[in-house]
């Protein structure tokens, strides 16, 4: 018994010496680090016979352009031995989770929010911006947005995403020269004011017995509504969006901007509720059964292409209908408030709305073997000819000022109600992520109240409006902190 | 193993000391050989691995990373995972000793008793017959002590770390003790959701499973008489529904329920207004929607079951009862609904868990929303969806695991007092 | 009187017959058409079905592979599926028969184990299964979705174990009076009597891998290597028909596995078996 009780207590004692000292770390030193050495992976030395994988979103893959640049990129730089390929991932993408482990991209193309919620975890590269042939051309307010609460930047503007009116210029009313264009500038009115929107909206619906609508949009969507509060005095997080204790929906006079959603619902019918509208605007913009929307310049091609086919189906030729489309469908610049916030008030002061917007640019995932060829990339993707091929094939409005005025129209007057300050840029701190839920639940509660009968109408007062901003805040501080 | 240990002569010390020793000098080869193998692989295992993985899992990482310097560091969750990996491969090593052990001292029994101990190959031929049931088992249990019991452990865990929230790689995480829990027990509004929650969960577990079980029993007996011609092509039917997989299926109903929606298109043509089905003020009309839905998902395999126990079932009994003059509901009754039962109690209780569960269904019909009065929940979410909002929309993963485990309680002992009493489990042998 | 009684319930029969294969068939039906349907939106629909019926999106669905490889993620799909339903309905079978069939010290406590397991909200483990698999470096695997499907299949054996239990045990004592072995048992005389529950087994784990969305999207992030279930969900939102007839493609094998299959399941072999 003796014998093998202390057998057995060797063998677990050895064990767990073993597991002991085996256990140990092999070094425990930490490393200090200061400011200086955070750009010193950039050496300007490019890495040989490497193959860069390239994250770019859906429609520069769809449009083609992104083949195009790939293409252009391998042939100046094959004497390096560099290659960029498609990453041949979602354009959603998780680097916190693919990174660490090895799949996720070098270069990732994504909006502001999304690169700078990696900043904390340091999953994404400082970039030495200085050296890129981009830098003195793009404005403060771009770089801004890259922008880290340490002072770096962490990635490289491309386009501005803000939300821009779509209308058909071949649905207007005929004699809006004469009727709709007050100040007599050459705009239509229901371009220039929501009053005037709202005013014809109504009339094209009365007009048709609700079979055509003027202005279309699914009011719930936290990107797109949100801009109603921000004209009136609302914003997301204090301090430049950089203090999530400060939740600021019902700042100001925000209620307003609540109260222009109940009455922009009422021109609508259900549909605004959910994220119908979303879907069909393409189609029923096109159908005529829409005059106009509102949504980002990145999606100019999708109304093309279903213009073209509902002109073709009314007998254009395949020619005539691509004509036809770029004539009719205009982009102009979000229309202006009214200071009283009440749509029927066609006396009150305007004031500019401000939109909830982003910029989207490149940046450097940390886990890439190869920072000054990803490098290289970025910078060749956001040279002069790049930026200007990416705007004709997809439309979007470049960041870059040297393009933007080469572009005009519509890409000038972005940047200048992004410098204007009219262009909320989303926050890029982590807990964005938490507002749209909360904040969602109100706006589809307030435009639904137009639907309601009236005994259970939830949103007729300001007041009413008021609590339902408070509410709205406090889940998101709840959602934020109560458990952080 | 105390006998043996009381018992035990100088083979089994030796064996205790080193696997195999023992058996090796009982003249047992290739069994010896085996142990002694086993030992040291698992000594070289610990050594290069293990060792390392214990006590990250102690520690949960030492130094912080920083990719954009490329500063290697710790991992704290995968040091928690890969150190519930060595944990496992010790609790299995220290049960290949104590076999070793026990088999060692058997030998010593036997040849004091004057028999002659089996051959290491009779041993081996023993596991296609007498040990059957351990060579069946073996593949079974590695897979999902693997898959399903250490990340199912990994998160009971998680719920005593501070993982979540900002706390998540490469910042390291730490051990907390009962935090997680405490800090549920102390917040004001987390009760009250929970409860109205668990509340609505309960009838919705109770409820689709009745609807589901019943439903495809149904359709399995409608289809099981002899009156019905051409069954392959009514059979066909539910198998549409099923072979469509359900995500998809539940995108499309969400559609056809939405304000654009085909059925709204209707009632509008119809010259009414129409129905927000599923939106934010749909209470129990999004549930009971969500509740057939359920049900037109799952009954089609519930179908295909009962259909196969069906067929299981011996016709000589209810053939005898209708010679007796029995009705078609008395034969239900009396003999068809006992023989499925027995069979499908379990299933029934696996069920019932599996809608308690639920995640897609109200995650793809009525997502997005928290209505007033709940934490952070819309008023159709079930306690998953609760969860999932907790932990994946907001990151609380300590948070959410301390949830977990107590949901997890409160369903465990609920079936498992079922399952228990069931006569399924207490009279397994009854219908052989 | 007996025969219109008969006749009545004939009729009410056929009629429920009606009614629950129009309930089921109804969506599907709305779901082929829609992937017919000549436009690309949702929304070229009148009332419930589409205005115009073509082949477009079947023909994109397999034409156009630039970013949205169809017949690739069908093939992977189904690669996935196949192995998963044979080594998944193996595991099953065995455990379930020898639960049923075998008595030993661990069994009732492997029982409740089991029961309790299936209990825990498994999205939350899934952070744990997608860093094993990192550790094991099997994401972007196909083997690695084959490997948790088969591994987690047996935590479902208790349909299998209901099935077994209601086999006679006395057919087995025949045989092993006449001297067979536990594995010859199970080989030759369980197994052909249990063909319908092997085969419910076989179409359900098929089907389980065939069509779930949450672990392919966890552990394959190549857009070539994508399931039917995760590339069909990363399409765009106005694709609507090509996501219809990617839908209804999907359903294809297996109601060609339920048509190959459906008499073995129903029928089984039941007419021959020993009776309790």
């Known amino acids: 018994m003796v014998k093998i009780i202390s057998a057995i207590t060797v063998h677990l004692l050895a064990l767990i010496l073993l597991l002991y000292w085996f256990g140990k770390p092999a070094q425990t030193a930490q490393e200090d680090f200061g400011f200086e050495p955070i750009l010193t992976k950039f050496t300007g030395e490019l890495e040989a016979n490497v193959t860069l994988r390239v994250l770019e979103n859906d429609t520069a893959i769809k449009q083609g352009f992104f083949e195009e640049l790939l293409q252009a990129f391998n042939e100046e730089y094959a004497e390096y031995g560099i290659v960029a390929v498609d990453a041949n991932m979602d354009q959603y993408l998780d680097l916190e989770n693919d990174g660490p482990y090895g799949f996720g991209p070098d270069v990732l193309y994504q909006a502001n929010d999304q690169i700078m919620k990696y900043t904390d975890g340091q999953h994404i590269q400082p970039l030495p911006i200085r050296e890129l042939n981009c830098y003195p051309y793009l404005d403060e307010n771009a770089w801004q947005a890259y922008t880290g609460t340490d002072g770096q930047i962490y990635g490289i503007p491309v386009n501005i995403q803000a939300p821009v009116l779509y209308y058909r210029k071949d649905l207007l009313p005929a004699n809006w020269e004469t009727e709709w264009d007050k100040n007599n500038n050459g705009i239509p009115d229901m371009i220039e004011n929501w009053t005037d929107m709202y005013a014809y909206s109504m009339q094209i619906r009365e007009e048709s017995l609700g079979s055509r609508y003027g202005y279309m949009k699914s009011l719930w969507d936290v990107y797109f509504a949100s801009g109603y509060l921000f004209s009136y005095g609302g914003y997301v997080f204090g301090d430049n969006g950089n203090d999530a204790q400060d939740i600021g929906f019902a700042a100001g006079e925000s209620y307003k901007g609540l109260h222009v959603l109940r009455q922009l619902a009422s021109i609508m019918n259900e549909d605004c509720i959910d994220d119908t509208i979303t879907k069909i605007q393409y189609a029923k913009l096109a159908s005529g059964e829409f005059f ?34 770029y004539e009719n469908l205009i982009t102009a610049p979000v229309p202006y408030l009214p200071a009283s916030g009440d749509l029927t008030d066609q006396n009150s002061e305007t004031i500019p709305t401000i939109m909830m917007g982003g910029v989207n640019g490149y940046a450097i995932s940390a886990y890439t073997k190869a920072p000054n060829a990803a490098l290289a990339f970025a910078d060749f993707a956001t040279s002069y000819e790049m930026i200007k091929r990416r705007h004709e094939l997809l439309g979007i409005v470049p960041a870059r000022m040297d393009n933007a005025s080469d572009a005009g129209g519509l890409t000038d007057i972005v940047n200048a109600n992004l410098s204007e300050g009219n262009i909320y840029i989303m926050p890029s701190i982590r807990a964005v992520a938490q507002i749209w839920t909360p904040v969602g639940t109100l706006f589809a509660d307030v435009v639904k109240d137009p639907f309601r009968s009236l005994a259970e109408q939830k949103f007729i007062s300001d007041e009413q409006l008021i609590e339902g901003l408070l509410r709205a805040s406090t889940q998101v501080y709840d959602a934020i902190w109560t458990l952080q | 193993m105390l006998e043996a240990i009381k018992k035990g002569g100088i083979q089994v010390a030796l064996s205790a000391l080193f696997m195999g020793l023992g058996q090796l000098c009982q003249r047992q080869v290739g069994k010896g050989l085996t142990y002694l193998f086993l030992h040291i692989s698992a000594l070289w295992f610990f050594l290069r691995y293990g060792a390392v993985m214990l006590r990250g899992f102690i520690t949960l990482g030492e130094r912080r990373a920083n990719p954009t310097l490329n500063i290697e560091g710790d991992n704290s969750v995968v040091m928690l995972i890969m150190g519930l990996f060595a944990i496992i491969v010790l609790i299995g090593y220290l049960l290949l000793y104590a076999a070793n052990i026990k088999d060692a001292y058997n030998t010593q029994t036997l040849i004091a008793a004057g028999k002659k101990p089996l051959r290491f190959s009779a041993e081996l031929k023993s596991l296609a017959d007498k040990n059957f049931y351990r060579s069946a088992l073996f593949l079974p249990i590695l897979g999902v002590c693997v898959f399903s019991v250490i990340p199912i452990v990994f998160m009971i865990l998680v719920a005593f770390t501070d993982f979540g929230g900002n706390t998540v790689p490469p910042e390291l995480v730490s051990w907390t003790g009962m935090d997680s829990f405490f800090r549920i027990l102390t917040l004001q509004q987390f009760a009250p959701t929970f409860f109205m929650i668990l509340n609505w969960n309960v009838i919705w577990a109770v409820c689709a499973t009745a609807l589901n079980y019943f439903g495809g029993l149904g359709l399995a007996l409608l289809l099981n008489k002899k009156c019905v011609k051409g069954k392959l092509i009514w059979r066909a039917f539910p198998i549409l529904a099923f072979a469509i997989p359900g995500f998809i299926n539940l995108l499309a109903f969400k559609f056809m329920f939405s304000y654009g929606g085909p059925l709204n ?168 | 009187m007996r025969k219109t009684k008969n006749l009545f319930d004939i009729a009410w029969t056929y009629f429920l ?37 073509g082949f477009n999106s079947f023909a994109l669905l397999f034409n156009d592979t630039v970013m949205y490889n169809y017949p690739k993620w069908f093939a992977n799909t189904l690669f996935i599926a196949s192995f998963s339903m044979i080594i998944g309905t193996i595991l099953v079978i065995l455990t379930a028969y020898v639960m049923s069939r075998y008595r030993f010290k661990s069994r009732k406590a492997i029982m409740k184990t089991t029961l309790v397991l299936g209990m825990f909200p498994s999205f939350m483990s899934m952070i744990a299964v997608y860093i094993l698999m990192t550790q094991f470096n099997l994401i972007n695997n196909h083997w690695g979705l084959i490997l948790i499907y088969s591994a987690g299949a047996p935590m479902g054996y208790l349909v299998q174990k209901g099935f077994f239990d209601t086999i006679p045990i006395s057919v087995d004592e025949a045989a092993r009076i006449d001297g067979a072995t536990s594995l010859m048992i199970f080989l030759k005389i369980s197994l052909p009597l249990s063909l319908p529950m092997i085969v419910y087994t076989a179409l359900t784990s098929f089907t389980w891998a065939w069509s779930d969305f949450i672990l392919p999207k966890l552990l394959l992030k190549q857009r070539d290597s994508y399931t039917v279930a995760v590339g069909l969900m990363s399409l765009g939102e106005t694709e609507f028909a090509r996501f219809a007839a990617g839908s209804v493609f999907i359903a294809v094998p297996i109601v060609l596995l339920y048509f190959c299959l459906i008499r073995l399941l129903v029928e089984g072999v039941s007419a021959g078996a020993v009776k309790g």
């Open chain 3, 17 to 53: 017959l009606c009614l629950a294969g129009f309930i089921f068939a109804f969506p599907c039906l709305w779901l082929i058409m829609a992937s017919f349907s000549a436009g690309g939106s949702i929304y070229s629909f009148d009332g419930f079905f589409p205005s115009q019926l």
């Open chain 1, 292 to 325: 106009a929307s509102m949504t980002t310049p990145d999606v100019y091609t999708l109304y093309i292409n279903e213009l073209v086919l509902s002109y073709q189906a009314e007998g254009l030729s395949a020619g005539e209908a691509m004509e036809a489309a």
């Open chain 2, 265 to 432: 298109q209707m009632i509008i043509n119809a010259g009414y207004s129409p129905i927000g089905f599923l939106d934010l003020d749909a209470k129990w009309m999004a549930r009971i929607i969500g509740l057939l839905i359920n049900a037109w998902l799952a009954i089609p395999s519930s179908m295909l079951l009962a259909a196969g126990i069906l067929s299981n079932m011996s016709k000589d009994f209810s053939e005898a009862a209708k010679i007796d003059g029995a009705s078609a509901f008395q034969i239900f009754r009396a003999i068809t609904l006992p023989f499925v039962l027995f069979a499908t109690v379990p299933v029934l209780i696996s069920q019932f868990i599996m809608n308690f569960n639920n995640f897609g269904i109200f995650f793809f019909l009525r997502g997005g929303l928290y209505i007033d009065g709940y934490f952070l929940a819309s008023d159709t979410d079930l306690l998953i969806n609760w969860l999932y909002n907790l932990t994946i929309d907001n990151n609380y993963y300590s948070i959410g695991a301390a949830v977990s485990v107590v949901i997890f309680i409160i369903t465990s002992i609920i079936s498992l007092t079922v399952y228990v009493l069931s006569p399924s489990y207490r009279q397994e042998d009854q219908f052989k």
